[in-house]
């Protein structure tokens, strides 16, 4: 059974990068899987981050595009995030999962999102 | 961009009720499909439907999900203390994930 697990500051100061790993135990992450990064605002909804292949194809949602970027690492099993020039509205849960697909005509096409960590607070104050 | 809402915003009920809750899209595109999440007070989300009706593993057939990928509606019979909680739905067919902004399923 898969299971992730968040880790990294839990406090970061504004205009600097937000750096959060999450780790894979009980599945390999180069095995056919797209793997998520999401965050939840106190209080508030789902905001979907982005998500990566282990071969490099990725997608991102389209309002953080430009600073949030998502690597995996095969070696160690984990898949990352960072999130450049945070603000207060960057403060959130953030939640690493495994996110199935498919490929039609040679396009991936992202699915749900299957498996759950179990999210790791991050807030942003000088 | 496709906006997904949901309503009610929140339902208040008693345990052993029925629950009916709606997701619907802004637009419509393409072989888009919604599935649900279920999120308890202090816990991640958890996959509840899949693929617009299939449930995920460990979820009691008292979950069942119908629909387009446009619109879709969850229904929770016999309502259990466990499942008082926050449902969220999801929009996914093509390079992006969308979440409806949720649904609070409250003890009346």
């Known amino acids: 059974q898969v299971q992730l697990q968040e880790s990294g500051p839990g406090l970061v100061k504004p205009s600097e990068t937000l750096s959060l790993t999450c780790s894979v135990s009980?599945?390999?992450?180069?095995?056919?899987?797209?793997w998520a990064w999401i965050r939840q605002p106190p209080g508030k909804g789902l905001e979907w981050i982005g998500s990566m292949y282990h071969h490099g194809g990725s997608f991102y949602n389209t309002s953080l595009r430009s600073r949030a970027t998502i690597s995996v690492d095969t070696s160690k099993n984990q898949f990352s995030l960072k999130l450049t020039s945070v603000t207060a509205a960057d403060t959130a849960v953030y939640y690493c999962?495994?996110?199935?697909?498919?490929?039609?005509?040679?396009?991936?096409?992202?699915?749900?999102?299957?498996?759950w960590g179990q999210g790791t607070l991050v807030t942003v104050s000088s | 961009e496709v906006v997904l809402t949901q309503s009610p915003a929140t339902l208040s009920l008693s345990p052993g009720e029925s629950a009916t809750l709606s997701c619907r899209a802004s637009q419509s595109v393409g072989s888009y499909h919604l599935v649900w999440y279920q999120q308890r007070p202090g816990q991640a989300p958890r996959l509840l439907i899949y693929?617009?009706?299939s449930r995920a593993a460990g979820i009691p057939d008292r979950f069942s999900a119908s629909g387009s990928g446009t619109a879709s509606t969850l229904t929770i019979s016999r309502l259990e203390p466990e499942d008082f909680a926050m449902y969220y739905c999801?929009?996914?067919?093509?390079?992006?994930?969308?979440f409806g902004p949720g649904t609070r399923l409250e003890i009346k």
């Open positions: 693929g617009s009706s």
């Open positions: 009980g599945y390999s992450i180069n095995s056919g899987y797209y």
């Open positions: 999801q929009q996914y067919g093509g390079s992006l994930i969308t």
């Open positions: 999962a495994r996110n199935p697909h498919t490929t039609i005509r040679g396009m991936d096409i992202i699915y749900w999102l299957d498996s």
